[in-house]
């Protein structure tokens, strides 16, 4: 049997693969100049554009360019009027951010379930956390596949909840024929230099809701009356007023040039996911130790993370010893998400403690997101799973 680069054996690679890496080309790099040559770097016709594109792609009426996902989500919630007093149903199992905002909000973060088969809230579990201060739902469609949206959505239109859907992870899956952010009253999404498209930092808030839009546009730029980054052009004004006490959340044209040319390779970066994750289902299918990722009948997955469950009644190791041993073959590997609710701040805070969450705490045990990114080549992938299998059957139990 082949020994692991950790236990003496040689590595796989001889350089390390990086768990994620952006593909970054001439066009972007040839926009970005444009734009710096131009003389207006901060929002400006570049960021309207890409409003107007990512619109278009996601199939929904407005889009308002923000610089995160999470100030997208802060926003998305403040302009909703959450506020002290408040809750907010969340999954644990997601990034920080998803539940920092609501406390930013003066709100109360409530931690629901997920299902083991999407890693999604689960609709059971958050009709049972639905309180009389019960405000809005913020499901997250992890990995790339979206979630149980369609019954989220039923229950949060029964009991007058708003549905933002965090769309970090999606550029364009679909759940019952319809893209996933056009669910809830408002969806955020994330350029983040590892998310499928990327503007380095940036995000985007997309709606159906005309008020909504407008109020975000203002909220964004210190609360100024619309269309305020005019002020400085030849029809622009030194006139301004302040109708709310605002943020400074707005995308600059530097990024948004560059999210223009990573939306018109949306579909190619996405087939490049698919054919990685697609070689990586056929040739971990056999593996024991492992629960791979499925795509769900009625819908799709975007593959933003590859994201398997090791079983480790069937290893002897630990998840922690088994990504220090993939290192060890010179292959990242990252692990999506530490449960919100086993972190410090929330426990100390909301007074949540493990073992309140039982499937979210067992889905958290054995993950481990593989490298999965466009810019990887067939030997990439190829030592990928080399690397996975060698340690999976070294450490198998007999
Ligand atoms: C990345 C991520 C975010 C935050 O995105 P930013 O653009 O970095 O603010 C929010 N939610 C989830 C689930 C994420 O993975």
């Known amino acids: 049997m082949e020994k692991p680069a950790i236990e003496g054996g040689s590595p796989v690679r001889k350089e390390f693969l990086p768990f994620a890496r952006p593909s970054i080309g001439n066009e972007e790099v040839a926009a970005v100049t444009e734009v710096l040559k131009s003389g207006w770097l901060t929002t400006g016709p570049k960021t309207k554009q890409l409003e107007q594109e990512f619109a278009r792609f996601i199939g929904s009426k407005y889009a308002v360019a923000v610089n995160s996902c999470t100030v ?12 002290s007093g408040d809750e907010v149903i969340v999954p644990s199992y997601t990034f920080a951010a998803t539940a920092n905002v609501v406390v930013h909000c003066g709100a109360k973060p409530v931690f629901a379930e997920i299902r083991e088969e999407d890693f999604g809230l689960d609709p059971d579990d958050v009709r049972k956390r639905i309180t009389k201060k019960t405000r809005a739902i913020i499901p997250v469609h992890f990995a ?25 992870h999606v550029s364009g899956a679909t759940y019952a024929g319809k893209k996933a952010g056009r669910f809830g009253k408002v969806a955020a999404f994330s350029f983040y230099a590892t998310k499928n498209i990327t503007t380095g930092e940036g995000g985007m808030l997309v709606t159906e809701d005309e008020d909504l839009a407008k109020r975000f546009e203002v909220l964004r ?5 619309r269309e305020a980054w005019k002020r400085y052009g030849k029809e622009g004004n030194w006139q301004y007023e302040i109708i709310e006490a605002g943020y400074k959340y707005n995308l600059s044209d530097l990024h948004s040039a560059l999210g223009l040319v990573q939306l018109k390779r949306v579909e190619e970066l996405y087939r490049k996911r698919k054919a990685i994750a697609g070689y990586y289902a056929k040739a971990l299918a056999d593996s024991e130790a492992l629960i791979l990722p499925k795509e769900l009948p009625g819908r799709s997955h975007d593959w933003h993370l590859y994201a398997v469950r090791l079983r480790l009644d069937r290893l002897r190791i630990d998840r922690a010893r088994f990504i220090e041993a993939l290192a060890k073959e010179n292959i990242g590997a990252s692990v999506h998400f530490i449960p919100l609710h086993l972190q410090p701040y929330y426990q100390r805070t ?39 299998k060698k340690i999976t059957r070294f450490y198998a139990k007999d």
Request: with cysteine; net charge negative.
């Open 72 to 83: 997208g989500l802060h926003l998305a919630l403040a302009a909703l009027g959450i506020k």
């Open 350 to 388: 909301f007074g949540y403690a493990k073992g309140m969450l039982p499937v979210t705490e067992k889905a958290f045990e054995g993950e481990v997101s593989l490298p999965l990114y466009p810019a990887m080549l067939e030997h990439d992938r190829e030592e990928v799973v080399h690397a996975v």
């Open 144 to 168: 790339g596949q979206p979630c149980d949206i369609g019954a989220l959505k039923e229950i949060a239109e029964k009991h007058d909840l708003q549905v933002v859907e965090d769309c970090a």
């Open 221 to 225: 730029l210190h609360g100024m009356s």
